[in-house]
């Protein structure tokens, strides 16, 4: 009779075909000191948040942007032109766009973009625009966008703007407010004619009660 011995299992690498880049493998585009420390504390360990790498087209970025509007996929040599030109043109600061990553797949599943605008009111203020929120729906309700928001404010306020702002639909306006935001002003938009949208989608109208007129009155999908 053989004595055969059961195979000793091994136990598995944690995240064995998708090797986590840490940041100091990659080139960020802002210093990630600025990122708030407590948005950190509060990520669950598989995430990883961090400013935007020169690489992250090879990390599913312009993918998962595509939930909020056209963005077709991009090669390594036109996202490199993309981001020299937000390098350039924010050469003080004015770009911040920020990333979580999944440490399973090396992939990124939530992203923003804070810009900084110098206004010459209030004694040349800095004003902070949240742009391009989106959370890849497999990990959406997990407190990942409130993540991003909270980072992008820290980033904000970090940089001395007196306020931060952004845009958004109907739908949107309960996560923002659950991230500390009130509705303000209305938005409008002019497309222009090479943009291929023949007219600014037409707006909704949505009744809010007197006294509480916000920018939510009249909403346009997100184009
Ligand atoms: N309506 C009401 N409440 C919401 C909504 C919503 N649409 N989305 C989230 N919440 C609530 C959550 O229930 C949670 O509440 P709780 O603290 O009481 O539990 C809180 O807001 C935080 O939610 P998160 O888990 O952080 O939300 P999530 O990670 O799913 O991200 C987001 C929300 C960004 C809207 C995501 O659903 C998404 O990417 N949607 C598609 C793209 C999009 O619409 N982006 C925003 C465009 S606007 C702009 O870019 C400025």
């Known amino acids: 009779m053989s004595s055969s011995t059961a195979p000793t299992l091994l136990p ?10 840490s940041d100091s493998s990659l080139h960020l585009l802002f210093d990630r000191s600025l990122l708030p420390s407590s948005v950190i504390a ?17 990390r599913g970025h312009i993918q998962l942007l595509s939930i909020l509007s056209v963005a077709p996929e991009l090669s390594q040599q036109q996202y490199d ?9 924010g050469r003080r600061g004015g770009y911040y766009p920020t990333v979580i990553v ?3 797949t090396d992939q990124i599943v939530a992203t923003g973009t804070l810009l900084v605008e110098r206004k010459f009111i209030r004694g040349g203020g800095l004003v902070g625009h949240i742009e391009d929120i989106a959370v890849s729906s497999s990990a ?4 990942l966008g409130l993540r991003i928001i909270q980072a992008l404010v820290g980033i904000s306020e970090g940089t ?17 407010e659950k991230c500390g935001f009130a509705q303000k ?8 004619p090479a943009s291929g949208v023949n007219h600014p989608a037409p707006a909704t109208f949505i009744p809010v009660p007197d006294g509480k007129k916000g920018n939510s009155d009249y909403l346009s999908p997100n184009l």
């Open 12 to 21: 598995l690498p944690p995240y064995p075909s998708h090797p986590f880049t």
């Open 42 to 58: 509060d990520l669950p360990e598989q995430y990883h948040i961090r400013p935007l790498a020169t690489t992250d087209v090879t």
């Open 81 to 89: 032109e993309i981001v020299e030109d937000m390098l350039v043109r």
């Open 102 to 104: 999944s440490r399973e």
């Open 140 to 143: 959406q309700g997990r407190k």
């Open 160 to 176: 001395g703007c007196y306020k931060t702002i952004l845009d958004c639909n109907r739908d949107n306006i309960a996560f923002y």
């Open 185 to 192: 002003e209305y938005e409008m938009a002019k497309y222009a």
